[in-house]
């Protein structure tokens, strides 16, 4: 079917102007058909997954569907609370009068989603714009197929149609929407794509959230439970969509004299985990594509790091496997420590002492996410100060991404904007801001003629001088 780009967004503008997509009603009844499509379609949605990237049964529930009932859930018990003009103090200044915030939605908003997380990343942005309030577009990723096609199908049947849409599609696709006037783009991918949306956003001051991706580090200190940061740093890599993920760690920092004994944890639950042969193991996503499987095995095959892997390394070309691999002391101009990995691949870089780790993450650009294993306390308080990052997270990784009460989004090359939990209704709103006044308390040193008396009242008022002001009043 043929994308009428400008008859879509004219139906969208109308039922937005109707204010129909405003009331508290429609926006929980959208919410609720949400919720009702992860309860009636867990199976078809497992399956959507299970052929774009073979994720296990396991992560797809967890990370994908009850994330996304989690979020659901969160804004139904809030909506109310978060719609309600927020009463602020006023001052002197404009007194007698009182103030709020409004929170008013965008209007009409685009979601463009990435494929790794293909259903959680399409529909969480879209749980922003309607419990702000918005009409919102969904263009779901290409690359996972079969989760766009049933999230054109699902939202098709359950939503609001007449506010709610999605568009499939690639390259010509995206750059027909992005060719309209929205009133706000939510990007998840990676950086090159999101400076295509922000220059065609430009043209139109259209707001971006960008959320993008980046070598999110992990620092090992001794002293520690390696056993249990071992396991905590697999479930983030290996355990969440075979290191296809934002917040996946990218690489290891860890002083010279402990990189022997984590690698031997690394390998020991490795192995207990996914067996002695990973890639025959079903509890690990595929590589979404045969472009991404070569340009991991294009990083494996770099000069630069031969010899460098102390496990892992094989790989199943015909069903898109790589094996959980790590790699030791790789140099810093090799190709895996010069772009985002974003597979199972895993340097460690070694340092003499715990805190140049601190300068090593610093000279990169700042990543989505940086984690940190320690007991040290000061080791904490300064890479909490010193590392500049989307999120932080001490003593495990990934788990930031669950707490609805803190922002997720990155910094600089990782991006701009923040959202769950609350901060995903305020990515979709705009802050109105509301002084109300009566007719009473008019001030006359407002208005011209301007006098030296009126000077010395305002000044004394402005400064907050109670006695000039007295004296201003008495005329003295
Ligand atoms: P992708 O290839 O699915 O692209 C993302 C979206 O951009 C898709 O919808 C695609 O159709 C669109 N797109 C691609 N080329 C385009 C073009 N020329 N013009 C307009 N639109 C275009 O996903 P990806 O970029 O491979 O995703 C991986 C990246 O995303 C990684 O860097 C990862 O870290 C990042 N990511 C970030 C988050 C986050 O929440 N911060 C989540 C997931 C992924």
């Known amino acids: 079917m043929e994308l009428n780009v400008v008859g879509m967004m004219k139906e969208l503008r109308g039922t937005y102007a109707s204010g129909k997509t405003k009331s508290y009603e429609w926006r929980v009844s959208q919410l609720r058909a949400l919720l009702k499509i992860a309860d009636h379609h867990e199976k078809e949605i497992t399956e959507?997954?299970?052929?774009?990237?073979?994720?296990?049964?396991?992560?797809?529930?967890?990370?994908?569907?009850?994330?996304?009932?989690?979020?659901?859930?969160?804004?139904?018990?809030?909506?109310?609370?978060?719609?309600?003009?927020?009463?602020?103090?006023?001052?002197?200044?404009?007194?007698?009068?009182?103030?709020?915030?409004?929170?008013?939605?965008?209007?009409?908003?685009?979601?463009?989603?990435?494929?790794?997380?293909?259903?959680?990343?399409?529909?969480?942005?879209?749980?922003?714009?309607?419990?702000?309030?918005?009409?919102?577009v969904l263009k779901p990723s290409e690359i996972a197929p079969a989760t766009s096609a049933l999230l054109s199908k699902l939202l098709g049947e359950y939503m609001d149609t007449s506010a709610v849409k999605v568009v499939e599609g690639s390259v010509p696709e995206t750059t027909a929407l992005l060719e309209q006037k929205w009133d706000k783009i939510f990007y998840t991918g990676n950086g090159r794509v999101g400076r295509i949306v922000l220059a065609a956003a430009a043209k139109h001051l259209t707001p971006v959230l960008l959320e993008l991706g980046g070598k999110s580090p992990v620092v090992i200190d001794k002293n520690i439970n390696l056993k249990v940061a071992a396991r905590r740093i697999i479930a983030?890599?290996?355990?969440?969509?075979?290191?296809?993920?934002?917040?996946?760690?990218?690489?290891?920092?860890?002083?010279?004299?402990?990189?022997?004994?984590?690698?031997?944890?690394?390998?020991?639950?490795?192995?207990?985990?996914?067996?002695?042969?990973?890639?025959?193991?079903?509890?690990?996503?595929?590589?979404?594509?045969?472009?991404?499987?070569?340009?991991?095995?294009?990083?494996?095959?770099?000069?630069?790091?031969?010899?460098?892997?102390?496990?892992?390394?094989?790989?199943?070309?015909?069903?898109l496997k790589i094996a959980p691999t790590i790699l030791l002391e790789v140099p810093g101009d090799s190709l895996v420590m010069n772009e985002e990995i974003f597979g199972p691949l895993l340097p460690i870089l070694t340092v003499n002492k715990i805190e140049d780790s601190i300068n090593v993450i610093n000279v990169r650009e700042k990543p989505l996410s940086a984690y940190l294993f320690t007991n040290d306390k000061r080791l904490k308080e300064e890479f909490i100060r010193n590392v500049s990052a989307g999120g932080l997270v001490v003593n495990d990784t990934t788990l930031h991404l669950a707490e609805h009460s803190?922002?997720?989004?990155?910094?600089?090359?990782?991006?701009?904007?923040?959202?769950?939990?609350?901060?995903?209704?305020?990515?979709?709103?705009?802050?109105?801001?509301?002084?109300?006044?009566?007719?009473?308390?008019?001030?006359?040193?407002?208005?011209?003629?301007?006098?030296?008396g009126k000077l010395k009242f305002l000044k004394a008022l402005l400064n907050g001088d109670l006695i000039g002001l007295i004296r201003a009043l008495i005329g003295w």
């Open 406 to 452: 803190l922002p997720f989004g990155g910094v600089g090359e990782s991006g701009m904007g923040a959202y769950h939990g609350k901060f995903s209704f305020d990515a979709f709103s705009h802050k109105k801001a509301v002084l109300q006044r009566s007719f009473a308390g008019d001030i006359p040193a407002r208005y011209p003629p301007y006098t030296p």
């Open 48 to 136: 959507a997954l299970r052929s774009d990237l073979n994720k296990p049964e396991l992560e797809s529930f967890v990370y994908e569907i009850a994330a996304m009932k989690s979020s659901l859930q969160f804004a139904l018990k809030q909506l109310k609370k978060w719609m309600k003009p927020e009463k602020v103090k006023t001052s002197l200044t404009t007194f007698p009068s009182s103030g709020e915030i409004v929170s008013e939605p965008l209007g009409v908003t685009l979601v463009i989603s990435a494929w790794n997380y293909p259903f959680l990343l399409s529909l969480d942005p879209v749980i922003g714009a309607i419990t702000a309030g918005n009409a919102v």
């Open 236 to 319: 983030g890599k290996w355990g969440f969509n075979n290191g296809q993920a934002c917040v996946a760690p990218d690489y290891l920092i860890t002083t010279k004299d402990c990189a022997s004994q984590l690698v031997d944890a690394l390998k020991s639950e490795l192995e207990a985990f996914y067996g002695k042969d990973p890639l025959k193991s079903d509890d690990l996503s595929r590589i979404v594509n045969s472009n991404h499987f070569n340009r991991l095995t294009n990083l494996l095959d770099d000069n630069k790091v031969s010899g460098k892997i102390v496990h892992g390394g094989q790989r199943d070309e015909a069903n």
